[in-house]
Structures are given as C-alpha cells and as structure tokens.
C-alpha cells in the first residue's frame, strides 16, 4: 500500500469494520480459558523466520511453558517476567501471514489474539521485506487492538541498502514502531520502555 500523506482516504476513522472483516468480533465469543493471571498479557504476532521466537525469549528468560492451544494440538508457548514493577505474560503465537487463516497454526494465532483478553499486539517484521509485511500489520490495525510493530534484522536490511525511518514509519501507521537486530540484542532496551509505557498506562487505567 502506497501512503500519500493524505490522512483521511489512507487511514480511515477505525471502525469495528476490520473485526467483521477477518470473521471475528461480529459476535461475542466466549473467552477460552488459556491461563490469564497476569496484570498485562502481550501477544507476539509475525510469520516466520522474522526473530519472534528469539525476541520472545529476550523478553521473557529461560522459564517459559508450553502447551497446545484449547481443541488443537498446535503449540504456544507462554512466559512471564516483570516490567515496569508488573507482571507481564508473553504469548509466542505460530507464524502467520494473514488474519484470514489458511493453515491451523494461523488460526490459532488469530483465535489467541482475538479471543482471549491480550492488553497489546508486538508485531514482529523483518526489515528486508517491509513494505509486504505491513499488510498484516494494516489488518491488526483495522481490528482496534493496542499494536506495537518491531522492525526486526535492521541490520541486515541496512547491508542491503535498505533503511528504516522508525518516526516516520510510526507516523504513518499510527502506532509505536521500534527498529531492532534482535540477534545483536540492538533496541531491546528501547522495545522494553515502549513495552513498559503501555503496562503504567495499562495499571493507571485499572486502578480507577
């Protein structure tokens, strides 16, 4: 999607269209009960081979759980660790490429973030192939849930020529971006104060 900085026809007043869209939120679903005792819980979204998983695993240290989502036997995998004084519990969601499933693991993914209680969305992309992978980050967008994009491998995207303007893109899309080399750990302490911003506001916002 081209972006003429136009403002109104590019980035429309965001509606429940986009849950009715992607075949969700039209009715209400039932919660289900995959373990939610965390004051924030975070899911992190992104198709493969992008540095989700080792992300996660930055995010959260060694102790993490594995189970197979409620009805499936597709993995997810769960961790917890403090920020900003909070607990917070990470969801490492399977790839996907779209909130419209093809695959089981993709159903899963968009079932985790849709219908259970998650307080943010991490988007994980890689640099190399940005302007394909907003296309997800678009539909995440359109479904009115609290979305952080992570512009991942920045490093091997610049050896390429590529750069990534993280305010320019962020103003863009609307939302917080971050530019990392997860790998090199390059951003982690920036992502975790843009993650700890969200859990204050998140705190503040329940305590009244």
């Not at 075949?23 to 198709?47: C, P």
């Not at 540095?51 to 409620?70: A, C």
């Not at 009805?71 to 996907?96: C, R, S």
């Not at 967008?141 to 050896?159: G, H, R, S, Y």
Request: a positive charge; proline letters at 3%; hydrophobic letters at 40%.
């Amino acid at each position: 999607m081209d972006c003429h900085n136009c403002h109104q026809s590019c980035h429309p007043k965001r509606q429940n269209k986009g849950r009715k869209l992607f075949g969700f939120g039209s009715n209400k679903i039932a919660k289900k009960s995959f373990d939610r005792d965390a004051s924030t819980t975070i899911a992190l979204v992104g198709s493969p081979n992008v540095g989700k998983s080792l992300l996660f695993n930055l995010l959260t240290g060694t102790y993490v759980t594995v189970s197979n989502y409620p009805g499936t036997t597709v993995e997810v995998t769960q961790g917890n660790t403090i920020i900003a004084g909070e607990k917070v519990t990470f969801f490492d969601t399977p790839g996907m490429y779209s909130l419209i499933p093809i695959t089981e693991e993709e159903r899963v993914a968009r079932d985790l973030i849709t219908n259970q209680t998650v307080d943010l969305v991490i988007h994980v992309i890689d640099a190399k192939h940005l302007g394909r992978m907003l296309n997800l980050t678009w539909q995440l967008i359109e479904t009115q849930l609290p979305v952080l994009l992570v512009v991942n491998m920045i490093d091997e995207a610049q050896k390429l020529g590529i750069w990534v303007n993280e305010d320019r893109l962020a103003y863009k899309l609307g939302i917080p971006v971050v530019t990392m080399a997860a790998a090199q750990k390059i951003g982690l302490k920036k992502l975790t104060a843009k993650i700890a911003d969200h859990v204050q506001s998140t705190s503040l916002s329940l305590t009244y």
